[in-house]
């Protein structure tokens, strides 16, 4: 009974996050004629928009597998950037899947910060003598 429950605790489960999208829907939207109303009653509403500079609605999901305590494991990946023109029809969309990303380097440098770095021995002691007790009032 023991071995069966550990069997299944580590079976994976998916998760579908975002708006993962049906590609026949995405086909239906045509260049010029279709317009917002219409993208958002086939795609429902976008993950987020251009906040500046363009009409952008960004769809972005996910199909995720976790296993146990493990990392998930990213299984698809969709991206579909729908830009309207001034007129409020689809000018152009384009569809990215899981290989077309690319990681990004983060640096582990840290910014220098104007100021004092304390040592541990100050940051102790640096403090002794700073505050004085509290005054006492008069009381009646």
């Keep these: 009974m023991f071995y069966a429950l550990s069997l299944i605790s580590c079976s994976p489960t ?3 996050r975002g708006n993962f999208l049906d590609l026949d829907e995405v086909k239906k939207i045509e ?10 009653e086939l795609l ?14 960004y769809y972005v999901g996910d199909k995720v597998e976790a296993k146990a305590f493990f990392k998930p494991e ?4 969709t991206l ?4 309207f023109g001034p007129d409020g029809t689809v000018s ?18 840290s910014t220098p910060v104007k100021g004092r770095d304390p ?13 004085s007790a ?3 009032t008069a009381t009646r």
Aim: hydrophobic share 35%; aromatic share 8%.
């Design 14 to 16: 998916q998760h579908v």
């Design 31 to 40: 260049l010029n004629k279709t317009n917002k109303v219409a993208v958002q």
């Design 80 to 83: 579909l950037a729908v830009t």
């Design 92 to 109: 152009s969309y384009e569809l990215k899947d899981l290989t077309s990303h690319y990681d990004v380097d983060l640096k582990s440098e």
């Design 119 to 131: 040592s541990l021995v100050s940051e102790l002691f640096g403090n002794i003598g700073r505050y």
């Design 134 to 136: 509290p005054k006492k």
């Design 74 to 77: 990213v299984l698809e990946r």
């Design 44 to 57: 429902g509403p976008p993950s987020s928009q251009e906040l500046f500079g363009g009409d952008v609605w």
